[in-house]
């Protein structure tokens, strides 16, 4: 039989990859064909992602697949991070370079929030949690310093969206993706009128959103013969939200589980079969992102590897070879719990100097005597610091649902981290289950198998993530349960969390 190959390309604000993948007896198979640094950068101070030239590691990675596989391909679909989008002119060019969310220009934002509609009411709509990376954030600066931009804007795509417009000519904002964006109404599944008309944004904008499994469409004819593709593959969405996408590969059963997509940011949540918006997920700030096949993603995003990655970057300076296990090697023989951060700071958010951000929150929390200048100490107190505030969120989940939690399922690249795995599941008290690492990947590929008809539910596509990878089991420490347990109380303390 014919073996019906999908081609993903997942971007992370860190790298990209092209996978290949393709489901034989039961099981997918996956195989790496291109790896790229993504990553945003200044242009006139301000923080923008190059679009052409993911375009062009999408066109290398085509080509490497026609090198090893020739031109027959079933489908390719495109996830990214959530958030970030561009404009497109009525004849489909890129207005500008799409900023990156960390960018500055969303400051003041928030208080615009809360003069316009006001928190509650944005939360009763969209469902989601407040945050200065939010799309209606980054929209809102528009309508304030720059809304000349809008003149000649036809459509609003998020990045995987307007990757796919360019590998197919179609446009469509996927749900998972423009759910992040908070302007949809998140039972309605739909651009939210009242936060268009609210914020002032045009309603021309409000591109049509099509859902992971579409097909949005064949490649481009003439982008097929440059790179040697045959004409008839599909454009088939994925969820474009990596964090969704790689949900969908969540090998869970039963219904007692959170899970964390780990990378970048550190995704922690439960899923749900519908939004749960009340008053205490306000209060909580917890969001009801857009998952795959119809499930909701009731999360929290934690501020994550960022952190780390910040301080390597600073530590690269003068000890170029350090790499992650190296760090991670060097955290375990430092002391424990020598002193916390909390991770959501603002100081961690856009660090100059990560380091300097860490001695500073040190300063401001009292916390002396701490040797900042050994790198183990230092990831040793973000790793430990990230698990607490994992078990922080989990508390925060189970208050605003009721629902029992026994078991975490860390997924994604983080799950490299062996360390920061165990500290996971002694913060929480109970077992952690790892895998899959390329969880991202593997959510697109069987979104895409879904969407050419190979599979017919999310229950077959986590069978066979469950047939396809090994996975581990990390138990929480009986040992130093007691000490984790005074860590808790200290980091809440310290960190000026609510206790739960
Ligand atoms: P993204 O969100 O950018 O897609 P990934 O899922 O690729 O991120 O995860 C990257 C993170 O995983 C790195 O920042 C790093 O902290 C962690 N990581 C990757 N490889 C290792 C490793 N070998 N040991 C420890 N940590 C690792
Ligand atoms: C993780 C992620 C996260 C968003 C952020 C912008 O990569 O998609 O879900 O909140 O990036």
Redesign the pocket.
Known sequence: MKIKRHLAF???????RAIVGSIEDGRLTMEEIHRFP?QSMFVHHSLRWNVYRFYEEIIRGMRNYVAKYGNELESIGIDT?GCDYGFLAKDGTLLEMPYQYRDSRTGGTSEVIEETLGKKKVYDITGIQFLNINTLNQMISVVRDTPGRFDDAEDMLFIGDILHYLLSGKKGAEFTVASTSQMLDAYGKNWSDEIFKGFGFPEKLKTKIIFAGDVLGTIDPALAEEVGLSPDVKIVVPAVH?TASAATSIPAEGSDWAYI?????CMVGLETDAPVINDMSFQLNISNSGGSLGKNLFLKNVM???I??QC?KAWNRTMPDL???E??ERAMKAKPFAAFIEPDDDLFFAPHDNIAAIREYLEKTGQTGVDTNDVGTVARIVYESLALKYRYVVDLLKKATGKNVSVLHII?????????NQFSANALGFKVITGP?E??GTGNLLLQAYGCGELNSLGEIRNIVRNSNDFEVFDADEGSKQEWARAYEDFQKICGLEQI
């Open positions: 997942d971007f992370g604000a860190e790298s990209g993504t991070w990596d997509s780990s990378g970048t940011w994550g590897l960022w780390i990655q390597k790499d992650y296990p760090i991670v994604g690249g983080g799950t490299k981290n062996a360390l920061l690492t969880a991202t």
